[in-house]
């Protein structure tokens, strides 16, 4: 069988309007949240219909809970009255990274769970420690045997004072699941910040937690025994804005996004300004309009909530590589964050990597080539590399894409490219 792969004509300017997806990163938390609810059904909207959702929900019914998706798809309805698994067969777990949050889920509802390691993209070691060491000092006793992580609930949990050692997204998030139906208050500080947080706190507060504090780098968790129904809806996937703003920057015209929450995006805005943008927000959206080539910035270094997120580097730097100067990324959450640098480099991009630093010295043009994309984000990084490049570009690896983006041709097409998925 072969490959199917994006084929992108470039060089044409931006035009026309799209509505944002549900956030990915707060759906799976949300969705694994869904086996705590013993009472009623969870209904879920806005979810994004991405890959790592069905996974997601292939894993919750494996655990007994019944999964059921309206016409549309974005609506998601879980009842986990009965939950009979505890474990998770390595093949699943592998799927991706977010899969870790059902050790936390597991443990609260049934007391027991055996999990192989979480897979994901591959853009540097993603140790599980601190989710570990936390779990551990809660009351679980936790052991490895040939690849299999061994979670026991001793008796009850025991709440706790945490500190994270640094401010770990699906650590915060495992701690979350682990103590919503515990007794007594579970403190975490130098908790992560990010905005898929709160809306994990909020639905589980939907759901009848008492969860204070998430955004902030203190959450004080006090659990309510049982957890019934909620409908909640998920946030706009602030990542899947920001690639369409970073090619909005790259390729110049005026796009509307409908649907964005501009407040998650103050520092990347902040940059697109002075790359050249003009951004307004109006109609429960926002403009991006660019005109002539994009100014480069010093310095993009990637840093936990509110900083600049590690997951639009990719994108930013496929716009820096046309933009009028030398932009130097220091990517300091993963280490190995720059394997779309070689593929922007078959586009004819100028990039020298170091360490954790990559320097990109724009150039007036880039040319269409074959890249692959090996990762979500670094996919991403190559649709725009397409974008901006005269003639063909093909990317391949598009499964890797299809992990957090809906539909990024259709999204690309309506923003007036020439994108198409070829079989
Ligand atoms: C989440 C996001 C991912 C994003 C990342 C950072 C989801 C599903 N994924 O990933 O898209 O790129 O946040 O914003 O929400 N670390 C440890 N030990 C641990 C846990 C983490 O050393 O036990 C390190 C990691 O290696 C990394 C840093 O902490 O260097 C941040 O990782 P973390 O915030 O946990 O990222 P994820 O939750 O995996």
Known sequence: MTEGYLSINGRRKLSGETRVQGCK?????????????????????????????????????????????????????????????????????????????????????????????????????????????????????????????????????????????????????NIMLLTARSEGETVIRNAAREPEIVDLQNFLNAMGADIRGAGSDIIVINGAPSLRGAEFRIMPDRIAALTYMAAAAACGGKIFLRGVNSEHLAICMSVLRDMGASLRRADGGLTVSMSGRPRAVNMIKTLYYPGFPTDAQPAFMAAATVADGTTVFVESIFENRFRHAPELKKLGADIDVNMCQATVRGKESLSGAEVRASDLRGGAAMVIGGLIADGTTRVYGVPHIERGYENISRDFSDLGADIRMIY
């Open 25 to 173: 990163n707060a759906a799976l938390p949300c969705l694994a949240a869904c086996l705590l609810c013993e009472k009623g059904e969870a209904c879920i909207e806005n979810c994004p219909r991405l890959t790592d959702v069905e996974n997601t929900a292939q894993i919750l019914e494996t655990l007994g809970a019944v999964c059921c998706f309206d016409e549309s798809g974005h609506a998601v309805t879980v009842k986990a009255e009965n939950v009979f698994g505890t474990a998770i067969d390595n093949e699943m777990m592998n799927r991706m990274r977010s899969s870790v949050l059902f050790m936390g889920a597991l443990l609260s509802r049934t007391g027991e769970a055996d999990l192989g390691y979480p897979g994901g993209c591959e853009i540097g070691s993603r140790p599980i420690d601190m989710h570990i060491r936390a779990f551990r000092s809660l009351g679980v006793d936790i052991e490895e045997e040939g690849g299999i992580i061994r979670c026991r609930l001793r008796s009850k949990i025991k709440p706790c004072q945490i500190s994270l050692l640094c401010p770990s997204v699906g650590a915060t998030e």
